[in-house]
């Protein structure tokens, strides 16, 4: 039996407690390693012993967390009460050794990973940019249910401990030094001869008290008054309730479940606390919104480690962007963050220095986080090499055309590049909505080309469409999508369609918003109505953030393409092509914009009136659920049709891509996911109301049809 967990003893009686999961590229705590632990912590390992330290055997990874698989299989409120119990019963042997414990972190150290290393009496972390510690359980649908709530405020103070829980994002070793929660930092090579030194100076009085002097300071003077006073306890609890609701609007009950943890145990007997602890854990474990929220976790390391499909290696080591505005700019940022040199070119040095800038700036922001060093920026920088011609393209391996979205202009450019690169040069196009297959009717060798779709802003979202025309060949596809991982992003491979995935079916939730616009709904309540069922941002206010212009160009596309059930309001219309309603880029839109505040624009609602009579309809008194159902049905039918016609493989896909795409609501799990929970028979019947009253738009897409029909769903491998 290949153990978890072995412990040496060395020459200077120090024990050597060693963590190696076998068969896994890192360590998780599954019920097998945890019992393995409890085993090793029970062992006798003589008087002599001095002190333990505790190590990763793997590589750039300490303990990523429990085992994702086994919190998607917990199975009711008594099941997940087990689990918390076990998990905290083990570290409280840990925490109980009578001898210094010592907990060396090198890379990722998350979730029950972290609050492992918190049953330790020390912890050092290494410097290297792979260390990071953090309890991410919020955004799982749950809580640090195996002491995390209890330990953490008591050693970085209360304000500090509710940032890292509630919010759910990690630290770097570094800043881990300065809040206490690490009490030694040490470069990699090193750190074994520095754990050992470390050892030796907190085995004595000296340094016990050194340990505890700097923690104090690291927490400060007014946090621990905070922390310690009723009144400042209170303070500080209700700034972070209010914090999480301006957040999630109170769609996620962990943080608020946490929230009220950390109010009833601190700063009471951790043994008091450990049940609270493990109820409030044992009430969102298995929850509705915790499976979607897993099984968007699950679907997201699937997407990652897929490979596409066979074909040729293909490394790309340089590149080039052509066009130099916010999309090429971001796209050449990205490339030379993932270490592959860029020539960013455009029609001027004006238009070149602005990109220039706009990558600058998103690195500052990156050192501003600290999630890079001023050295690694100016590395980073160096790696883009600002351009007007094409000096240089010959040595290429992939080019990415980031221009204005137009047709012509792309034919033009693509047909320049084609000219410029070697043969095996991949040609990409950045396009959002238009005709690859037209574009590709220009180039000699179409098997080398393929689209390639980031979202904006390309340095924040994760995903890029990885658009395959008919001509594509497999290797193209599969170079591409490999490139897009490099870069830290997440390929959703699809097949060729005017919109291709993520805008064809926005775009009808965009519309039909602007239809109730017309109709006489106020931006505002639509917007509201819409974020209170979780998206991140109205379809409103969204438009304006896209542009006006932009968002009725690429309408008109898709309604050229798919006819009558995208035919764009003529309010939109109205809106996009009155001077200065551009959106928030020009101050004003269907919201008008000052000083970082946005509030009606009366003007659009006169202009929405004028196209009624344009379009021969009368103003209607809408229900809220009328309202919702329109724009999240709609989506939901053009998402059927997506998957019948094949435009993404499966249906874990396409809520993948709506997740990371549109920010679609993650604790439904999904669009077709937050389908089947609805049920398709009602979605169908529904779809059969509004088309009778709103028209042919909302009629049943087939495949809807037929699972409403023999009582399928779009999950089929999925409990009813």
Request: with cysteine; charged share 25%; proline share 4%.
């Amino acid at each position: 039996m290949n153990r978890a967990w072995t412990i040496t003893v060395d020459g200077d009686n120090i024990a050597w407690l060693t963590f190696d999961l076998f068969g896994e590229k890192v360590n998780k705590f599954n019920a097998a390693a945890l019992s393995d632990l409890e085993s090793v912590l029970d062992e006798d390992l003589g008087g002599s012993v001095r002190a333990i330290i505790i190590r990763s055997a793997k590589k750039d990874s300490f303990i990523v967390g429990a085992d994702i698989n086994e919190l998607a299989a917990i199975d009711g409120v008594d099941d997940a009460r087990a689990k918390a119990d076990a998990g905290k019963a083990v570290f409280d042997k840990l925490a109980a050794r009578q001898v210094p414990t010592l907990v060396v972190i090198h890379g990722a150290c998350l979730g029950g990973g972290l609050e492992f290393a918190l049953a330790c009496r020390y912890r050092m972390v290494t410097s290297h940019p792979s260390t990071s510690l953090g309890v991410p359980e919020v955004n799982l649908g749950i809580l640090p249910g195996w002491g995390g709530t209890l330990r953490l405020p008591r050693l970085i103070g209360l304000p500090q401990a509710l940032k890292m829980i509630l919010g759910g994002r990690p630290v770097d070793g570094r800043r881990a030094m300065k809040l206490g929660l690490a009490d030694a930092i040490a470069a990699e090579p090193f750190v074994e001869d520095e754990a050992r030194r470390f050892i030796e100076s907190v085995l004595t009085k000296q340094g016990q008290r050194e340990v505890v002097r700097r923690r104090r300071r690291c927490v400060g003077r007014m946090a621990r008054l905070l922390s310690a006073m009723p009144i400042g306890r209170a303070l500080v609890l209700r700034q972070a309730r209010r914090q999480v609701m301006a957040r999630t609007r109170g769609h996620y009950p962990a943080p608020l479940a946490a929230l009220e943890v950390v109010r009833k145990t601190y700063p009471g007997s951790l043994a008091a606390g450990a049940a609270i602890e493990t109820e409030a854990f044992a009430g969102l474990a298995g929850t509705s919104i915790s499976r979607n929220l897993v099984w968007l976790f699950q679907a997201s390391q699937r997407l990652r480690k897929a490979h596409p499909s066979k074909g040729g290696a293909y490394p790309v080591r340089r590149a080039a962007v052509i066009g130099a505005g916010i999309m090429g700019s971001g796209i050449a940022w990205s490339l030379a963050r993932s270490g592959i040199n860029v020539r960013l070119k455009d029609v001027s040095w004006d238009a070149v220095a602005s990109g220039m800038a706009a990558a600058a700036a998103a690195f500052r922001s990156l050192v501003k986080r600290r999630k890079m060093t001023k050295y690694e920026m100016n590395m980073a920088m160096h790696r883009i090499a600002p351009a007007i011609d094409d000096t240089g393209f010959d040595g290429v391996d992939i080019v990415i055309e980031a221009v204005a979205e137009d047709m012509e202009i792309k034919k033009t450019v693509l047909r320049a590049i084609e000219k410029s690169v070697r043969p095996s040069t991949i040609i990409c196009s950045n396009t959002s909505s238009l005709s690859l297959d037209e574009m590709a009717g220009v180039l000699k060798h179409p098997e080398r080309f393929v689209g390639l779709h980031f979202f904006n802003p390309v340095p924040r979202m994760p995903l890029v469409e990885v658009v395959a025309g008919p001509l594509t060949s497999n290797d193209t596809v599969v170079a591409a999508a490999e490139l897009v991982k490099k870069m830290g992003k997440t390929p959703m491979i699809v097949s060729g369609c005017a919109g291709f995935l993520v805008n064809r079916i926005l775009l009808p939730y965009l519309i039909e918003s602007a239809w109730m616009f017309e109709e006489g709904v106020q931006p505002q309540r639509i917007d509201r109505l819409l974020e209170d069922f979780g998206m991140p941002m109205g379809p409103l206010e969204l438009v304006d953030e896209v542009g006006l212009d932009v968002g009725y160009k690429v309408a008109k596309v898709l309604e050229e393409a798919y006819g009558p059930r995208m035919h764009v309001p003529e309010a939109l219309g109205a809106v996009a092509e009155t001077g200065g309603f551009l959106g928030k880029k020009s101050g004003a839109g269907f919201y008008k914009y000052r000083k970082g505040r946005k509030r009606p624009n009366r003007r659009v609602e006169r202009l929405a009136r004028d196209a009624r009579r344009e379009d021969g309809i009368t103003a209607r008194d809408l229900t809220d659920e009328q309202i919702v159902d329109r724009a999240i049905l709609i989506m939901v039918n053009e998402a059927a049709r997506c998957l019948e016609e094949g435009v993404v493989a499966e249906p874990e896909a396409l809520d993948m891509a709506m997740v990371m795409g549109t920010g679609f609501a993650p604790f439904r799990g999904g669009l077709l996911r937050y389908a089947d929970e609805r049920g398709v028979v009602l979605i169908r019947d529904r779809l059969a109301e509004l088309a009778a009253e709103f028209g042919e738009r909302f009629k049943a897409a087939p495949l809807i049809e037929k699972l409403a029909g023999n009582g399928g769903r779009f999950y089929s491998d999925r409990a009813a």
